[in-house]
Every structure is written in C-alpha cells, then in structure tokens.
C-alpha cells in the first residue's frame, strides 16, 4: 500500500519542495498569516497509530500548487439536507433550498464589489515596500459571490419545508427558511446579501430565527461522491479521524447540530437590544462557542478541487476560513493540534483560505 507521506518526501528530495514550503511559511508570515513548521503528519511512516488508509488506487494530483485554488467568495451557506451525498449538481432538484437560492441570487445581478482586485493578501514590509501577493488569501471585502453547499446536518425546524442554514464566516445558524423562492429571498435579504453585516438584516414578517453557533470549530468535509467518488471516500474516513483525534484532546465532537437555544437561549431577532448591544453580545457568544471545546462535523457537497481529495474546510469563531486539501486520516492529529487547538496553518496543506491574515495576532483564534 503506497504512502502519501512518502510521495511527499520522495517529491521534497527530488524536486526542492522543501524549500518551496519554506520559501511560503516566510511568505504567509509576511502575509501576517499564523504558521507552523510542524509536520503535517503526526504518526510514523508506516502508520504506527492505527489511522486508515484510503484504497490503493485513490489517485490525486500531488504536483499542482494547491495554494490558489480556491475562489474568492464574500459568504458560504451550507444548507440542511440530512445527507452526505447528493446529485451532480444541487440545484438540479428544483424542489431543494439551493435550486430557490440560485434563482434568487441570479435575478440580484451581484458583481464582485471590486472588480480590479485579486484573490490575493497584499502584504508590507516594515520599510513599506509591497511584498509579493500571496494568491489564494482573501478578505469578504474581496467578492460578492456567495457559495452554495449542502450539508449532512438535519433541519433544526419542525416544519418540513423549513431548513437550517449554516452561514459563513458569520459563524451563525439561521432556521425555519422556508424550501422556496420566498424563503430564498428572506435568508438572502436577512443574512447573506453582500450589504448585511454580522448582525444580520431583521424583517417584517419574517420567521426566520438566527443563532451563534454554539462550537469552537467547523469542519466542512467535501462528502459529494457523485461529483467525484474520492471525496466520497475520503469524507468517512476524515470523519471518523476527527472525531477520534478531538475526542483524545478532550473535545465533544458532533456530526449533527445541537440547537443553539440550549447554549444561548433567545435568537438574535428576540433580543431586545440596542444595535451597539447586539453587536456586543454577538461578539461575547463568539468568544464563548471559541472556548467551548467542542466541534461539529459537517459532510458537504462539491467544493471544487476534487483532485486534491481530501477536502477540509475550517471555520472559527473569530472568522476565518481555512481550506486544506491532499488531507488523509494521518494528517488528522496534527490538524486538530497545530490548526484546530493552537489556531496555526499547516503550508503544506494549504489551498487557500478566508481572513487568515491576522494583524497583531499570534493565532487564528486571537480577537
């Protein structure tokens, strides 16, 4: 059975990698991006530990830069389906939230609110020279576009025409939208529309209910086996690494969403506060889902960027977005040590990410 670390070192020796990954880890410094050095595999080689295998023939691209990969996006919505696989694509089922979505958002009109902009963090040196863009980082401020997935998660709602829409990097909840155009239209208006803050747009009429969600992290795992059957491989497997590897550090991992109404009681519409209170508020619930120790494991549709299975994306309270891909079962401990615990990137595995600079911080989870 081949080895992923082995490939890896064999690719250092032969081609310079690792001076590649150190001429990044400076860059990404220079970008104000919290790195480490540390491997990104914790176990021997061949795994001492236990952690499984994918299939002999699981086949990815090991040579592209994965750094740049991914789009720059303003928010990501992950829709409640309670299932880990889906159509090729999602808005085929007329019937489902993300079909009502993308007939919504197409009659917007959306154009990236600075077209001239890149995907890339423009760094400075301490003289004042510009340094070399990092292509992959990128801030909300950068697009417009909204990203659509489905998620494993069930709905919140008793309803069942309602769903529960995790929205990013809000790191919010919002419930009881209704499987319609109309209900596209208000979870547009109320929580995703480029123009709404974190506080959120509240509307007449509207039932939609909104939380914080209640988890020191998110990990979104690319589960979408008939977009391409290895991240449907990959994604229970990542799945079960997880949450055995949160479990040995103390953490509760969860694979279904506990209702944030037991964490933090009235939604963010019922508060009867002042927008500086609510904004308060907000940040204090942040602070303690951050603290929180628990995560919450999500299956996801397609992410893009299937040849560079498996696909993981991270989500913290604090805002940031972290895409990793090439991820097997024994990069896993040293994810949820360096990246989930100590709030630290892992260049190698890299793709690009959402806010990872952090000015004046040491960690993704600083504030």
Known sequence: MYSIKGIKSLHSLVFGRQDDQDNLCRTLRASDVPVTTAD?????????????????????????????????????????????DWGKDITDDKQSLAAAFAEVTSSTHTHPSHPHSSNSARPTSPSGKGVRPVTGLFSTSDSTRTSVLNGSHRSLCHEDDHESVLVFPDYKVVTEVRRSVQGARELWESAVEPSVGREGAYLEKSCLKTWILPYSCVILLCSHRRRDNRCGIA??????????????????ADTQLEHPQLTFGLPLEDLNVTPEERHENIQEQLKQSSESKRALIVKVSHVGGHKYAGNCIIYTPSGSGIWYGRVT????????????????ILPPLLRGGLN????????????
């Not at 080689?45 to 236990?50: E, I, V, Y």
């Not at 994604?235 to 509760?252: M, V």
Request: net charge negative.
């Open 235 to 252: 994604a229970p497997k990542l799945e079960h690494a997880f949450i055995k590897s949160l479990e040995a550090q103390g953490w509760d």
């Open 329 to 344: 079962p024994h990069d896993v401990d040293s994810i949820v040590d360096n990246t989930i615990i100590k709030g630290l």
């Open 356 to 367: 990872l600079s952090k000015p004046n911080c040491q960690t993704l989870n600083d504030w």
């Open 40 to 84: 990104c595999r914790a176990c021997a080689d061949p795994c001492d530990l236990g952690h499984e295998a994918y299939p002999r023939r699981f086949d990815i691209d090991m040579d592209t830069q994965m750094l740049g990969s991914v789009k720059p996006y303003h928010r990501q919505i992950v829709i409640s389906t309670g299932k880990s």
